[in-house]
Structures are given as structure tokens and as C-alpha cells.
């Protein structure tokens, strides 16, 4: 039988195995901060008009999963935004031409494959590499003034938050999208994203955190703070993918999984007690008035998120189904306490497509690891870290072996090694050169005890080919550690897991 507790670590290691790796965030910056400045250059058509681009969407908000396919691809939804420009000077098609002039000037700068595709609202960049990734760019003109006034006149100006951050954007089906017209559609990403925020206690988390460890709030990347109500939404996400993959077209929309889940969050650290308090609630707020259904935008509540469900009632059915297999499936608080074993793993292994052998693997992880953690907090000469702790680099160690005049060999944690092998330690990071590196190395076994050599403290370590490493050399029968700390102005960033080094005077075939 598994505890509560083991249940909650396992929530988070399936959370992580959803959540997409930190170099494809690091992407999708980089192509947004490229185009960016595309945009910005001195010759660009577009600077007399003053564009500002930002991104919405699931990468914004911290929402994105790894796509089911192996040839799907993820969506960067950017925004660029036309500050001297208006719906009084410029018809939507002439501005989408506009922007299509740069966006194609952009991609035969960069030699893209595929040529840019001019769709219904956005222009989308196919990027052609393993990350596999298409950005969406939607141009749009400030419209608050007429939206405010909307507002007003429906009486919802009161309690709609980020009014001011309205904007027209283009739409091909629009009857006036190609000459100058008032009738554009009115959205608001930029507010939304807000909201969001707010919803999820996203910046008081990042604050509290810049402040235990005394440092600027900005520092943080924000793709590395994650809140329950971001961890529950990429759950659910991909819960409603393996359920849908047959049928895509009749799945709940991401935006309104979102909304309904931002709106029922109330907080809370347990990502298992979250889930269960959003999926039990999240229907409340849909609303059923004269037989219509609303899921209405909180930023823009002129817009419903609902209107393809009164256009057809499949929809919300299939939306109920998925919501009543959620609960059925992940959150079986009422079942019979036998349900938290293996069958459990088995079952939420099926609904969230990850194989129960990986399912398996996660937990035997977490648990080899806790107890690989609590094994090496326990040895009495191992010194206690002399920084502030602050775990937001993932920072890993790649070990190399050499015996005389043999080459460098790698070689794995826990690997049985003989003596008077030549170890080389590499810390690996990916923004390592920001750091220093130092190493802890720790000893154990009567022989290094006796030759007073169990050591425990902290070293530096040497640049070797541009790689920080640490080399040392086994003498002493025993299992050893190696740790590495990034390291900048007495703030540790990130701390590699305990690299296991098992030392034997026997004869060994490691060679």
C-alpha cells in the first residue's frame, strides 16, 4: 500500500513528466526575442508604427504540455500590437499585409524551410527543428476606449479588471475585414494573462521566493516558478488529450479548462489536494441562462468561451464526461484505500498516456533518490552547505573514468569501479557559465577512515577543455559522493543530485 505522502510525491514527478524540457521555454524566448527585435531594427517598414509584441497563450501562461504525437508540434501564440496605428486608419487586411511583409522578410533572414502561412486571424512561423514548434503572431490595434464603452453601456465596467488592455485584432471572416470599419473583434491577451496571474498567486509566490533568498523578483525565470493551479491545469490538459485523441474536434477547449480552473483555485501547496478542490468545483462556474450556457471571459465578458456549445450540445456533453472521468480517475479520494498501490499507478499511468513502466520508473525514482538524499544527509563528516540555497538550475554530473594510458570512458552513478581509477567529474547546466562551480567530495569506508581521508568539504574545481570538472582519483575501497553547487555571490542556484562512486579492491571487468 502506498502512503499519502509517496501519492503526493508521485503527483509531482507525473506533473514534471508532462511539463515540456527548460531548453524548449528557452526556445520559444529565444525565436520570440529574435522576431522581436526583426521588428525593431532601423530599416524595419514597420517601426513608424510602433509595434509591441508579447506572448499569450498556454507558453505564457505556464500551461503548455508535451504535445501526445510525435509529429505534433507546439504553438507560441504571439501578439504584436500596432501603437500608432488605428481601426480608423487602416482596414484589417491591410494591417495583416503589413505585418505578412515582415513576417516573410523575417523567415527568408533566417532561411526557414517552410514559407510563413497566412491563416484566418494570425501569420504562423513553422520552426524546423527537434523542438518541433509554430508561432502564431495575431497583429492588433489598441481598442479599449470603444470597449470600455461597451462596458458601460452592458454595465460590466465595474467588474471587469484590465479593461484598458483591450485590443482590435484581425479575422478574415470579419464582413468588414477588408475596408477601414469600426467592426473589428475585440480581445484581451495581454489582460488575461493578468488575471491569470492574479488567480494563481503566480507573483506573490515569486516574490516570497526573490525575498527568502535575497534576490530580485526578475531573476527568477518565470517558466521555473510554478503554482499548483499551472501543475493542475497541464494535468488536466493532457488527461483530456488521451481521452480525445480519437476525436479531437469534440474536446473541452484549453481556454475554457483554464478559466473554469483559475476561477475555482483557492490556493493550497498539496497539487493533490488542488486537483481534487478544482475538478469538484470548476462546473459552478458555468452558467446556464435561458438555456444558453456561458464560460464568459473574465477580461472581456462580452466574449463566451461557451458559444460552440450552444451551437452544438455534444460538445458540453463531451465536456461533462471528461469532467466526471476526471474525477472518477484521478482523484479517488472515496474510494477503498487500496486504490493507493499499484493499481492506482496503473490506472492514472493509463489516463495520463505515460507507460506504466515509466509510471513505475518515476516512483522507484523518487524513491531511490530520497533515499540516496537521506543517506548522504546522514553521514556525520559530510560538511552542511556554507550558502543560501536556492534550487532553480537543474544542474547534473557526467562522470568519466580512465585506468594508465586508457582514454576517458564515462561511466554511471553506483557503477562498481577498481581502485587507482583516474575520475573526472564534468558539471553540466545549462546556464553554468553564470557560476562557479564548486564540488563536494565525501568518503566513507574504513579505509579512508584509517588513512584520515574521509573528507566531506567543499572544493574547486578546474576548467578543462571550457568544462568545469573536478578530477580525483579512487584510492579507497568504499562507497564515495560526489555533489557540485552553482554558485554566484553566496547564493547556491542549483545542486546536482549525490553521484554514487562504489570503490572494490577486486578485480573488475569495468575496462
Known sequence: MILFSQIDDYYEELYKELDIPETYYEKANTSYTSFN????????TLKEFEPETFLQGSFKLGTVIKPIGENDSYDIDMVCKFNNLSKQTISQKDLKTLLGKEVESYAKSKSMVHEPKNGKRCWTLNY??????????????????????????LEYAETTSYKEKAVAITDKRSKGYEVI??????????????????????????????EQFQMNAEELKEYKVKTP???????????????????????????????????????????RDVLKYIVENMARYIEEVDGQYKVLNPVNPIENFADKWNEDQTLKNHFDAWLKEVKRSLT????????????????????????????????????STNSLVKFSNSIEHRQK???????????????????????????????????????????????????DVYWQITNTGYEAENSNC??????????????????????????????????????????????????????????
Open 229 to 271: 493551479l499551472q501543475k493542475t491545469i497541464q494535468i488536466l490538459k493532457r488527461h483530456r488529450d488521451i481521452m480525445f485523441q480519437e476525436k479531437i474536434e469534440k474536446r473541452p477547449s484549453s481556454i475554457i479548462i483554464s478559466t473554469l480552473s483559475a476561477k475555482a483555485y483557492r490556493g493550497g501547496d498539496n497539487l
Open 454 to 511: 574521509l573528507r566531506g568539504d567543499f572544493y574547486d574545481g578546474q576548467i578543462i577543455e571550457g568544462k568545469k570538472v573536478r578530477e580525483e582519483s579512487a584510492l579507497y575501497s568504499g562507497t564515495h559522493l560526489a555533489e557540485c553547487y552553482l554558485v554566484k555571490e553566496n547564493i547556491c542556484y542549483g545542486k546536482s543530485e549525490p553521484f554514487v562512486v562504489n570503490i572494490t579492491d577486486r578485480f573488475t571487468l569495468d575496462w
Open 128 to 153: 524546423h527543428d527537434e523542438a518541433k514548434f509554430h508561432m502564431d503572431i495575431l497583429p492588433c490595434v489598441d481598442d479599449s476606449k470603444k470597449f470600455i464603452m461597451q462596458l458601460e453601456a
Open 37 to 44: 527585435s526583426w521588428l525593431d531594427r532601423d530599416d524595419s
Open 332 to 367: 479517488p479520494y472515496n474510494e477503498s484505500i487500496k486504490i493507493y498501490g499499484e493499481e492506482f499507478k496503473k490506472k492514472i499511468s493509463e489516463q495520463l498516456g505515460i507507460s506504466e513502466k515509466r509510471s513505475s520508473e518515476l516512483v522507484s525514482l523518487k524513491e
Open 181 to 210: 470599419s469600426n467592426e473589428w473583434e475585440i480581445s484581451n491577451p495581454k489582460g488575461y494573462y493578468l488575471w491569470f496571474q492574479e488567480k494563481s498567486k503566480f507573483i506573490e509566490k515569486r516574490y516570497m521566493l526573490a
Open 385 to 435: 552547505t556554507k550558502w543560501i540555497m536556492l534550487d532553480i538550475e537543474e544542474v547534473k554530473i557526467k562522470a568519466l573514468k580512465s585506468k594508465q594510458a586508457f582514454r576517458l570512458k564515462s561511466f554511471v552513478s553506483g557503477e562498481i569501479l577498481s581502485k587507482n581509477t583516474i575520475l573526472r567529474f564534468e558539471a553540466q547546466s545549462e546556464n553554468i557559465k553564470q557560476y
